[in-house]
Protein backbone atom coordinates (compact mmCIF):
# COMPACT_ATOMS: atom_id res chain seq x y z
CA UNK A 1 0.00 0.00 0.00
CA UNK A 2 2.89 2.70 0.68
CA UNK A 3 4.34 2.01 -2.73
CA UNK A 4 0.92 2.89 -4.25
CA UNK A 5 0.34 6.09 -2.24
CA UNK A 6 4.66 6.84 -3.18
CA UNK A 7 3.04 6.32 -6.70
CA UNK A 8 0.20 8.95 -6.67
CA UNK A 9 2.47 11.29 -5.45
CA UNK A 10 4.54 11.15 -8.62
CA UNK A 11 3.79 14.33 -11.27
CA UNK A 12 3.46 12.23 -14.10
CA UNK A 13 1.08 9.55 -11.77
CA UNK A 14 -3.02 9.76 -12.56
CA UNK A 15 -5.05 8.30 -10.07
CA UNK A 16 -8.27 7.05 -11.81
CA UNK A 17 -11.20 5.38 -10.70
CA UNK A 18 -12.35 2.85 -12.66
CA UNK A 19 -16.54 2.04 -11.79
CA UNK A 20 -17.14 -0.50 -14.98
CA UNK A 21 -15.34 -3.30 -16.24
CA UNK A 22 -15.39 -1.63 -19.49
CA UNK A 23 -12.92 1.26 -18.40
CA UNK A 24 -10.72 -0.96 -16.23
CA UNK A 25 -10.29 -2.87 -19.92
CA UNK A 26 -8.84 0.65 -21.66
CA UNK A 27 -6.75 1.48 -18.33
CA UNK A 28 -5.29 -1.67 -18.80
CA UNK A 29 -5.01 -1.39 -22.47
CA UNK A 30 -3.74 2.25 -21.81
CA UNK A 31 -1.52 1.75 -19.46
CA UNK A 32 0.23 -1.18 -21.68
CA UNK A 33 0.50 0.76 -24.30
CA UNK A 34 2.08 3.54 -22.22
CA UNK A 35 5.21 1.48 -21.35
CA UNK A 36 5.08 0.00 -25.11
CA UNK A 37 5.00 3.75 -27.33
CA UNK A 38 7.68 4.55 -24.32
CA UNK A 39 10.38 1.66 -25.44
CA UNK A 40 9.35 2.37 -29.12
CA UNK A 41 10.36 6.59 -28.82
CA UNK A 42 13.14 5.34 -26.69
CA UNK A 43 14.64 3.02 -29.21
CA UNK A 44 14.17 4.89 -32.57
CA UNK A 45 17.47 4.68 -34.18
CA UNK A 46 19.20 2.26 -31.71
CA UNK A 47 16.88 -0.25 -31.34
CA UNK A 48 13.94 -0.17 -34.34
CA UNK A 49 13.44 2.23 -37.58
CA UNK A 50 11.27 4.71 -37.92
CA UNK A 51 9.45 3.09 -40.23
CA UNK A 52 8.61 0.24 -38.20
CA UNK A 53 7.99 2.92 -35.30
CA UNK A 54 5.59 5.61 -36.73
CA UNK A 55 2.84 3.38 -38.86
CA UNK A 56 2.31 2.25 -35.09
CA UNK A 57 1.81 4.75 -33.54
CA UNK A 58 -0.28 6.61 -36.25
CA UNK A 59 -2.48 3.39 -35.86
CA UNK A 60 -2.73 3.61 -32.20
CA UNK A 61 -3.35 7.49 -32.93
CA UNK A 62 -6.29 6.50 -34.82
CA UNK A 63 -7.56 4.40 -32.47
CA UNK A 64 -8.00 6.73 -29.71
CA UNK A 65 -9.11 9.47 -31.71
CA UNK A 66 -12.23 6.84 -32.51
CA UNK A 67 -12.38 6.14 -28.62
CA UNK A 68 -12.72 9.74 -27.75
CA UNK A 69 -15.74 9.90 -30.94
CA UNK A 70 -17.45 7.19 -28.93
CA UNK A 71 -16.78 8.30 -25.62
CA UNK A 72 -18.02 11.63 -27.01
CA UNK A 73 -21.16 10.31 -27.80
CA UNK A 74 -21.76 7.82 -24.60
CA UNK A 75 -21.60 11.33 -22.58
CA UNK A 76 -23.99 13.04 -25.07
CA UNK A 77 -26.27 10.62 -24.39
CA UNK A 78 -26.08 10.21 -20.64
CA UNK A 79 -26.47 13.89 -20.25
CA UNK A 80 -22.15 13.64 -18.95
CA UNK A 81 -20.08 16.74 -19.54
CA UNK A 82 -17.65 15.66 -21.60
CA UNK A 83 -14.25 16.97 -22.14
CA UNK A 84 -11.98 15.56 -25.03
CA UNK A 85 -8.48 15.68 -24.65
CA UNK A 86 -6.88 18.92 -25.81
CA UNK A 87 -4.31 17.30 -28.65
CA UNK A 88 -8.33 15.95 -29.84
CA UNK A 89 -10.02 19.12 -29.36
CA UNK A 90 -11.40 20.57 -32.45
CA UNK A 91 -11.40 24.58 -32.94
CA UNK A 92 -14.82 26.23 -32.61
CA UNK A 93 -14.43 27.82 -36.66
CA UNK A 94 -13.83 26.11 -39.58
CA UNK A 95 -13.66 22.16 -39.77
CA UNK A 96 -13.37 20.36 -36.66
CA UNK A 97 -12.65 17.04 -38.21
CA UNK A 98 -9.53 18.64 -39.94
CA UNK A 99 -8.76 20.77 -37.32
CA UNK A 100 -8.40 17.69 -34.57
CA UNK A 101 -6.42 15.40 -37.36
CA UNK A 102 -3.96 18.62 -37.92
CA UNK A 103 -3.49 18.60 -34.15
CA UNK A 104 -2.79 14.98 -33.75
CA UNK A 105 -0.32 15.18 -36.47
CA UNK A 106 1.52 18.49 -34.57
CA UNK A 107 1.87 15.83 -32.04
CA UNK A 108 3.14 13.24 -34.40
CA UNK A 109 5.67 15.97 -35.96
CA UNK A 110 6.77 17.30 -32.55
CA UNK A 111 7.95 13.50 -31.37
CA UNK A 112 9.02 12.56 -34.52
CA UNK A 113 10.21 15.23 -36.24
CA UNK A 114 8.08 15.43 -39.38
CA UNK A 115 8.63 14.95 -43.14
CA UNK A 116 12.42 16.24 -42.54
CA UNK A 117 13.11 12.14 -41.37
CA UNK A 118 14.72 13.62 -38.54
CA UNK A 119 13.31 11.73 -35.27
CA UNK A 120 13.39 13.34 -31.72
CA UNK A 121 13.06 11.41 -28.68
Do not use: H
Amino acid sequence: MERKVTLAKENDTWVVRARTPDSRMVLRIARDADRGIRILRGGIVLRFSEQEVLPLLKEYYEAVKKLNEAAEKICQKAGVPYTPPRELRPEKYGDPQAEADAKVEKVMDVAYGGDDGDVRV
